[in-house]
């Protein structure tokens, strides 16, 4: 096993980096990837900068250039869900573009049956066993899309797709996953919410809720280690 982290941001990533040992770095397409190991699991990581492009470029050079079996997006997102409060945490169950004409992916290139890319059923079943029913992580869809939602934008999301959350990248990473049969899943903790939105909001909840996501990666890790699964 390999596996690919990605994080939009430095405060995303950085502190799974920070806990990787044997850390080597690679530049490719203006990107850092540190290579090394978790614990004795084999791991590339970097931060892939905003918006669904740059994610893209990120996982098709995880890998092409480092090999890697598996794909992993840690990071914040927005709740679109009511009932979902800031610093929970949302495992993708499938994934969606909410500002994607759905006969592209349908009609053209990748040929998909749905809009919806499925994340991975074996690291979904070992990733819920690992957080051992924590009621602040929850299992369902995510979408994604460039722009920050406001509220017209929110219902019209909500009546197409009903998803727990959205981001900006997680989508584009499901996309090259989707087209090179690489299992991935996403971990993404909500930093803001229709009650406590804005930038504002973002900007003070941002790390904390990207450390709940790392932290919920990490649980994931050491369980796969500890049953010896995929290692």
């Not at 931060?47 to 997006?73: E, P, R, S, W």
């Not at 087209?179 to 919410?193: K, L």
Request: proline share 3%; aromatic share 8%.
């Amino acid at each position: 096993m390999r596996i690919g982290v990605i994080g939009p941001s430095e405060n995303e990533i950085n502190p799974f980096i920070d806990s990787m040992h044997e850390l080597k770095t690679e530049k490719y397409a203006m990107l850092n990837f540190h290579t090394g190991k978790y614990s004795n699991i084999d791991a590339a990581a970097l931060f892939c900068g905003v918006c669904k492009v740059n994610a893209a470029i990120a996982a098709q050079i995880l890998i092409d250039k480092f090999a890697v079996t598996h794909i992993i997006v840690t990071g914040v997102a927005g709740a679109i869900d009511k009932n979902l409060k800031v610093f929970d945490t949302v495992i993708s169950s499938e994934v969606a573009y909410h500002d994607v004409e759905e006969g592209i992916l349908i009609n053209y290139h990748p040929w998909m049956e749905s809009v919806y890319f499925k994340a991975d059923n074996n690291m979904l079943k070992d990733i819920i066993r690992a957080v051992n029913q924590n009621k602040n992580v929850l299992i369902g869809r995510m979408v994604t899309g460039e722009g920050f939602i406001v509220q017209d934008g929110r219902n019209e999301i909500i009546e197409k797709y009903n998803p727990l959350c959205v981001d900006m990248e997680t989508a584009g990473i499901a996309h090259v996953c989707y087209a090179n049969s690489i299992p991935f899943i996403a971990i993404r903790t909500i930093s803001d919410t229709p009650e406590e939105s804005g930038s504002d909001a973002f900007e003070k909840n941002c790390e904390t809720a990207a450390r709940k996501s790392i932290d919920v990666l990490k649980y994931y890790l050491d369980s796969l280690e500890e049953e010896n699964i995929y290692v």
